[in-house]
């Protein structure tokens, strides 16, 4: 599931404490995660998925929880 | 800086180019401690400062500065060479990489996370300023927007120019127009950008090794808490170390005198100290006159003597060219002074006695060269041990911004703990940062219940008509007493402001101003001016 994998690259991207509690709505900018790692985030989900996030998604409100990014990538992968 | 191997020189010289803008305000303690490593396994090693970064002349606006960083990479291969490395490898971090790819000025190379392409690096800088410039808020109606063509990453400034030169580096085509005899790879964890880039080295049958580089993050983040990885390290040094064979150098070349800059000259300083030598920068007018103020600039928690966002370094140049000498330095543990490897491992560390000790054996030097009068400038910790200074030694006037405890005590502490998650402990999204183990919860309660207790103990002396002790207040009237015309600036809903209005002494107030828009560090290019202007004494607010 698109979810599972995205969870997957945040936890291996980011260092975020007790990554196990981390779900598909939990706040990942409360977790720890910072403009920095975001973007390593990006590339890494960039690389994983084929996809390229244009300027217009690229806003903390798509890096905010497993979800929000899935759906970005979701809606990307149908685009291309 | 050169570091020179203490014994066994072997014949590999290593060149260490760090990474541009905010990454290297983060990346150079560590890097400093890799050239060590390097130089301790018999390496000669020399970093570079960029034009434009650091201590470096130059400003981020300059058009010519992706040509004279490509220059100095020349000029640093050849000073190894002239100190007699038989063999030099250049080892480039992230758009140091990009860089040390352009100039082609070594057949041995160190790619340490190399971007897939300077438009790949560019997007990455523009991606990390839109995310961080949600802390900041809205620039004035006057702030000039930097110029068309530009990047804003993290507080520094890739101007139109360096942009294309910048965004035309494609690391394949530069290694297929000059082959590199032996290169190590470290690809950045969770990616496959170097793929092509070592595809390309291996059908130029280059000596190709590969690796990972772990502990990115904790390389570029934060200054505050920046290491080196072990294991990139390691990699480092086994790659170095493999076929090197013993050589022997050449004395180095006198040491260069001063760097003039149009009417200022900067040279280096150092003092001894019980800890080693602190290490900064000399910066003064070509014609001094007599009885003048000198400035004394403080770190910002493990930010280097540039300070942040290089601010230090060009207040230091606008005062020298207003006739004032300054002197920047780094306390120990920071920057290039000695001290321990991996700085601030917490908050004691960065508010320690020993910062105060390194401050005062700085401010007593500068007195001893001449100095009739001083000035204090610092920023955050920097803006603790301004305060620190000027309660103990005459200090005419001083500049400090968002200073989060002018007392190392058990409230400084609360305060620190508690504002790691924020103001209000009654935030959801706090609690569940707590609750997800990423704050020491023990450490957090002990926090609370202190700061809990003195808040308590100060209400039940209001109630009985006594004066709350409170040792703050106390400090900044004994350094209003001595005379100190004291400034302290707040950046808007920085947590400085909250713990000056707990303690502030109606009847003698410090000159207080906040600026508006700005974070902790005055990271935005528009704010940058002010800060200057603040520092130079002629703020126009």
Redesign the interface.
Known sequence: MLTDQVRD?VL???????PE?ITAS??LY???L???????L???LE??FGVEFP?RV???KT?ESVQAIADVIAELQEQS | MEHAPPANVLDLAVLVCGPLGYEDTAAYRPLRHLADQLATAGHLTLRLDWPGLGDSAGEDTDPDLAERALAAIHRGVAHLRARGAPRVAILGVRGGALYALAAAAAEELILWAPPARGKAFLREERTFHKLAARAYGSPPPDARPPPPGSVEAGGFLYNPAVVAAIEAIDPVERVRAHPPRRVLVLEREHTTECGALVEALHALNAEVATGTATGLGDLLENPYHSRLSDEVAAQVLRWCRQGAAPATLRAPPPAPGALSLSGITERPWSLATSAGALCGVLCEPVRAAPGVPWTLFFNAGGIRRAGPNRLWTRAARALAAAGRPSIRFDVRDVGDSDGVHAPHPDLEAMYAEDSIEDALAAYDAVRALGAAAVDVVGLCSGAFLGVQVAARRPVRRAVLFNGLAFIWNDEARANGMTSQIGRSLFDGRRWRRLLAGRIDARALATAVWKKGRLRAAAGVARLRGEKPPDEVTDLLRQVLDRGTELHLVCSEGDPSIEYLRAHEDPRRRPNLAVLPGVDHTIRPLWAHASVIRWITGTPTT
Not at chain 1, 12 to 18: A, G, V, Y
């Open positions: 690259i291996k991207t980011c260092r975020l404490s007790n509690q939990s706040d409360a977790a720890g910072s403009s920095l790692t975001t973007v390593h990006m590339l890494a690389d994983a300027d690229l806003g903390r890096f």
